[in-house]
């Protein structure tokens, strides 16, 4: 079946503009042109794994393939363990310039906070990434700060019944035996940014006014138990640092002035 998400000679971000609204959400919009978009060599492709914490949980696995980032979610994340199939559903392609995303999706869709998991580089293990694709057998090698090594992405057969704008989206990601597998947790082993070398918190308490904050908690229906614990530990964070920059009022200055000298 083919894989109608990305086409060379399409428009293969059609999809990812027709989702957002970008006079309210801070991810790129994919129409600005940087030089990194021009062809280069399969050596120097980029790849990245955004941890999102949205409505729930996920990790979104991003590769370079013409122009844009090929991108898949996993729900339960990579794996180094040759023996897990982990599910990672064929998401819509992202402009090139998302690949270095971190911060707060205020609303809308996706709304939530994202972190730059892992970058790095990837090489197809195939001559035609195209081809590998529309088989649904894509072989490829990351080297990353957290991901190494060679991977595959299998894409599974539809379910009886399955809408027709989901069909050829299930897929499982794989990671070969090799000299970078094995059986540690990733994911919890090392669950920070690579890039704030913060977790879902910081980022939330550095990027958010306390607004939003406690706006977010209370709407939009009930949020997971996750994102309550980030955005209780955020709004410490944002009053701690409120606390500790804002000068003392002048009542506590004069009352300064005036205390007694210690010692005497």
Not at 2 to 17: F, I, T, V, W
Not at 68 to 86: T, Y
Request: aromatic residues 8%.
């Amino acid at each position: 079946m083919a894989d109608s998400l990305h086409s060379k000679h399409g428009m293969p971000l059609d999809e990812y503009r027709r989702k957002r609204n970008f006079a309210k959400t801070p991810e790129p919009s994919g129409e600005r042109k940087p030089e990194s978009r021009t062809p280069r060599k399969p050596e120097t492709l980029y790849f990245c794994v955004q941890k999102h914490l949205a409505s729930r949980l996920h990790y979104d696995l991003r590769l370079e393939h013409d122009g844009v980032l090929l991108s898949w979610a996993v729900p339960r994340g990579p794996s180094l363990d040759h023996r897990d199939k982990h599910m990672a559903v064929r998401t819509e392609d992202h402009p090139y310039d998302y690949g270095e995303f971190e911060g707060v999706i205020p609303e809308g869709y996706g709304a939530g906070v994202v972190m730059l998991w892992d970058s790095g580089t990837w090489q197809p293990e195939a001559d035609d990434v195209d081809a590998a694709l529309e088989k649904g057998d894509l072989k490829f090698t990351l080297d990353g700060y957290k991901l190494k090594g060679s991977w595959v992405l299998v894409r599974t057969r539809d379910r009886p019944g399955t809408a027709a704008a989901q069909r050829g989206r299930s897929w499982l990601l794989i990671k070969h035996r090799d000299h970078w597998s094995g059986a540690l947790d990733i994911t919890t082993f090392a669950p920070l940014s690579v890039k704030s070398e913060g977790d879902f918190d910081d980022i939330l308490a550095a990027e958010m006014p306390a607004l939003w904050v406690a706006a977010r908690a209370g709407t939009g229906g009930a949020p997971n138990k996750l994102l309550r614990e980030v955005v209780a530990k955020a709004a410490s964070k944002i009053a701690e640092r409120e606390r500790t920059t804002q000068p003392p009022a002048s009542g506590q200055r004069r009352a300064a002035k005036r205390k007694p000298p210690q010692g005497r």
